[in-house]
């Protein structure tokens, strides 16, 4: 059984480009969220993705979309990328409806942004 | 907005003593709660839980009490041992099923041997 993987580990980017974010869930989990955590501070919900749709989101702006595709590995997208956009971003898979315990967290994107 | 509040961002303690984090939320919504611990370079790992209906759950050497009316839970960690030395989050949910998290700021906790 697989766990959860992202890719790139680490990323650099400018200001004004745009990034995306890999994320394979783990096996037989068909719902990916995504999570930022900034420096000093805990992981905030991003969105989640369930049958490749958007299942929920939370307080980031439009430039922070994703995708989910047929094998539930999802990806993050991020356009017009700011400074305050550098942080640990955090992939989490699980079976729809299952308890919260079995929300299975990747080692994260750390992107870093000048 | 902060609805989870973790205060004492970080704390020493001698291994074999107790160890006790503490979390504050602000939502009245929130029905159930989680710990998760973080080593660096890795993502969190659930540790514990707690549904509203409860004002204790135990497993093992970790411990969760939670005061809904005060809004505050607390986990214990006895005895601490030095592989416990991580960051501790608190995380809240409207719901056990829900799997969108509201986390707190998360505490250092470091284990002396």
Request: hydrophobic share 30%; proline share 5%.
């Amino acid at each position: 059984e697989t766990g959860v993987t992202q890719s790139p580990t680490h990323l650099i980017k400018t200001r004004g480009q745009q990034v995306t974010l890999r994320c394979s869930s783990q096996s037989g989990h068909n719902t990916v969220s995504w999570y930022q955590q900034a420096l000093g501070q805990g992981p905030q919900f991003i969105f989640q993705y369930y049958r490749e749709e958007e299942n929920g989101r939370g307080n980031f702006p439009p430039r922070f979309s994703g995708l989910q595709f047929p094998n539930y590995s999802s990806e993050l997208n991020v356009n017009a990328l700011e400074l305050d956009d550098s942080a640990l971003y955090l992939c989490a898979s699980s079976s729809q409806g299952a308890p919260n315990e079995k929300l299975f967290f990747g080692s994260g994107t750390q992107l870093s942004v000048l | 907005d902060q609805q989870v509040k973790q205060n004492s961002p970080s704390l020493s303690v001698q291994e074999g003593r107790i160890s006790i984090l503490n979390c504050d939320y602000t939502n009245s919504m929130f029905d159930y709660f989680l710990w998760y611990k973080k080593y660096p370079a890795e993502g969190p790992t659930f540790l514990i839980s707690i549904s509203s209906i409860k004002d204790k759950n135990e497993d093992g050497r970790f411990t969760v009490f939670l005061n809904k009316s005060a809004k505050h839970l607390s986990l214990h960690i006895v005895p601490s041992q030095p592989g416990d030395s991580a960051v501790y989050f608190c995380a809240a949910s409207i719901y056990y099923g829900n799997n969108r998290l509201a986390f707190g700021k998360g505490n250092q906790v470091v284990v002396i041997p």
